[in-house]
T-cell receptor
């Protein structure tokens, strides 16, 4: 089974709809991240969390919100989706110390 | 501020050697990571350098010079499956709690 899972894997939604992307991990990591990836722009950090009581904004948090329901779960919400939020979204986790980040398989979101 | 630069695209021939460069400017430094990402898939960890010098791992090697803010990823005996994007990422500041900062990636095409 995958260590970091994301649901849904693909989603098409309409402008103005609320949508939630979910991330779960079995690695026991405290640190979790949400990124979006657009062609030519690379990975950009939306939000990150170091534990269930800690939430931090990344470089592009406007239009997004997150919830850390448990150590293993970190959800990303788009309150009112807009077309320029069409992108590939990745969740990632990282253990303590200086270790690599582990990425989920990604969610391809299209806002029409 | 933090800035990471890598070439946007490179092309190399099957069986050859290719070097992908990365330069960085960050406030603090706690290691440099290389990731591989095939189109539409999640990034996967390749290597980590925190001290100056060369780290070798099979066909892949990564080099770091902290004084020059420079790293490269060396891929030997190129195979068609090495066609992917290669992401350079830096762990800044002096604690692992600072999120990784990613470059925009270098798209490598391996041709026959």
């Amino acid at each position: 089974d995958a260590d970091v899972t994301q649901t849904p894997r693909n989603r098409i939604t309409k402008t103005g709809k609320r949508i939630m992307l979910e991330c779960s991990q079995t690695k026991g990591h405290d640190r979790m991240y949400w990124y979006r990836q657009d062609p030519g722009l690379g990975l950009r950090l939306i939000y990150y969390s170091f534990d269930v009581k800690d939430i931090n904004k990344g470089e592009i948090s406007d239009g997004y919100s997150v919830s850390r329901q448990a150590q293993a779960k970190f959800s990303l919400s788009l309150e009112s989706a807009i077309p320029n939020q069409t992108a590939l979204y990745f969740c990632a986790t990282r253990g303590t110390g200086i270790g690599e980040q582990y990425f989920g398989p990604g969610t391809r979101l299209t806002v029409t | 501020g933090q800035n990471i630069d890598q070439p946007t695209e490179m092309t190399a021939t099957e069986g050859a050697i290719v070097q992908i460069n990365c330069t960085y400017q960050t406030s603090g430094f706690n290691g440099l990571f290389w990731y591989q990402q095939h189109a539409g898939e999640a990034p996967t960890f390749l290597s980590y350098n925190v001290l100056d010098g060369l780290e070798e791992k099979g066909r892949f090697s990564s080099f770091l010079s902290r004084s020059k803010g420079y790293s490269y990823l060396l891929l030997k005996e190129l195979q068609m499956k090495d066609s992917a994007s290669y992401l350079c990422a830096v762990s800044g500041a002096f604690s692992g709690n600072t999120p990784l900062v990613f470059g925009k990636g270098t798209r490598l095409s391996v041709i026959a």
